[in-house]
């Protein structure tokens, strides 16, 4: 199985961040993986296509996104024809933020965008049009304190932003999202442990002590999705990664990840990620290199 390409950024341990604007006519790096955290910012990109962890998503005219370290993405040119693609990307290292200034009430949105980003985040038009000229300032400010002081106020700004979602699946991320619902937190550490098996609502709703229906109606309400819904996002992540990962046929990862037919698997994958199993194996490896 080929390896995913590690990048060695320029990012050097005296930097708080590293900042880059590039213009070109096309995207080519491969699919990478790197230890420091990334935003990136693509402007006239319609049709540029973001693979992140196992989202894959056909860009509009703008694209700004949050990626925590060590999570495979790339941005490929796929159908895009614009001949003047604007990119902005900047590294730096989670520990720039310590636990401890983290820690701090004020500092409680960045400790929250900090954790959704290590399954990426992609931001809507609201915010990349109220943080681009912070971006295009940061591009042209001397490299110093005010520079390290508009950075700031880019990761805030970003922080406290409602408009935005969520990318690659935290199973194929293999990471846990923190919930401040204890009752939550425990369904879904059931579901990770237990994904591969039948599970039924009464069993969740009985481990919180809740009737079936009131415990649905309190997880949509706290997740913004159904209790279905989110068993069958976890059980794709794991596919995926098996996908990715292994050369298992996807007949044996659609019975190992907790689905019991393969015409279903292929439906729901197909509906979920806008391609068969198949297809993202194949697409996925594409965007390998052996290292």
Same mark, same amino acid.
């Given at each position: 199985?080929?390896?995913? /390409?590690? &990048? +060695? !950024?320029?990012?050097?341990?005296? $930097?708080?961040?590293?900042?880059?604007?590039?213009? *070109?006519?096309?995207?080519?790096?491969?699919?990478?993986?790197?230890?420091?955290?990334?935003?990136?910012?693509?402007?006239?990109?319609?049709?540029?296509?973001?693979?992140?962890?196992?989202?894959?998503?056909?860009?509009?005219?703008?694209?700004?996104?949050?990626?925590?370290?060590?999570?495979?993405?790339?941005?490929?040119?796929?159908?895009?024809?614009?001949?003047? /693609?604007? &990119? +902005? !990307?900047?590294?730096?290292?989670? $520990?720039?933020?310590?636990?401890?200034?983290?820690? *701090?009430?004020?500092?409680?949105?960045?400790?929250?965008?900090?954790?959704?980003?290590?399954?990426?985040?992609?931001?809507?038009?609201?915010?990349?049009?109220?943080?681009?000229?912070?971006?295009?300032?940061?591009?042209?400010?001397?490299?110093?304190?005010?520079?390290?002081?508009?950075?700031?106020?880019?990761?805030?700004?970003?922080?406290?932003?409602?408009?935005?979602?969520?990318?690659?699946?935290?199973?194929?991320?293999?990471?846990?999202?923190?919930?401040?619902?204890?009752?939550?937190?425990?369904?879904?550490?059931?579901?990770?442990?237990?994904?591969?098996?039948?599970?039924?609502?009464?069993?969740?709703?009985?481990?919180?002590?809740?009737?079936?229906?009131?415990?649905?109606?309190?997880?949509?309400?706290?997740?913004?999705?159904?209790?279905?819904?989110?068993?069958?996002?976890?059980?794709?992540?794991?596919?995926?990664?098996?996908?990715?990962?292994?050369?298992?046929?996807?007949?044996?990862?659609?019975?190992?990840?907790?689905?019991?037919?393969?015409?279903?698997?292929?439906?729901?994958?197909?509906?979920?990620?806008?391609?068969?199993?198949?297809?993202?194996?194949?697409?996925?490896?594409?965007?390998?290199?052996?290292?």
């Amino acid at each position: 199985m080929n390896e995913i /390409i590690s &990048e +060695i !950024t320029r990012l050097t341990e005296k $930097d708080c961040y590293h900042l880059v604007e590039r213009h *070109k006519k096309q995207h080519t790096y491969p699919m990478h993986r790197h230890g420091e955290m990334e935003i990136n910012f693509v402007e006239n990109c319609q049709g540029n296509r973001r693979v992140v962890g196992d989202s894959i998503e056909v860009l509009g005219n703008y694209d700004l996104a949050l990626l925590g370290g060590g999570l495979e993405h790339t941005w490929e040119q796929y159908e895009c024809k614009s001949q003047d /693609i604007r &990119e +902005i !990307t900047i590294h730096f290292s989670r $520990d720039l933020f310590s636990d401890a200034f983290l820690a *701090k009430t004020h500092m409680q949105p960045l400790q929250d965008l900090f954790n959704r980003a290590d399954v990426g985040v992609a931001f809507g038009m609201k915010t990349i049009m109220r943080v681009y000229d912070r971006l295009n300032e940061l591009v042209n400010m001397e490299p110093g304190f005010y520079s390290v002081m508009k950075f700031f106020e880019l990761m805030y700004e970003l922080s406290i932003s409602t408009d935005y979602k969520l990318l690659s699946s935290s199973a194929f991320a293999h990471v846990k999202m923190s919930t401040d619902s204890r009752r939550v937190q425990k369904v879904k550490e059931y579901i990770d442990s237990h994904y591969r098996e039948e599970i039924r609502l009464q069993d969740l709703a009985d481990l919180v002590s809740m009737t079936a229906t009131a415990f649905s109606r309190f997880f949509k309400l706290r997740t913004n999705k159904s209790i279905s819904e989110y068993i069958i996002d976890i059980r794709l992540g794991h596919a995926s990664r098996l996908l990715a990962d292994s050369t298992m046929a996807v007949v044996e990862i659609c019975y190992h990840c907790g689905f019991n037919n393969i015409s279903n698997f292929n439906r729901i994958f197909k509906k979920r990620k806008g391609c068969t199993p198949t297809e993202f194996r194949e697409n996925y490896h594409k965007k390998h290199i052996i290292v």
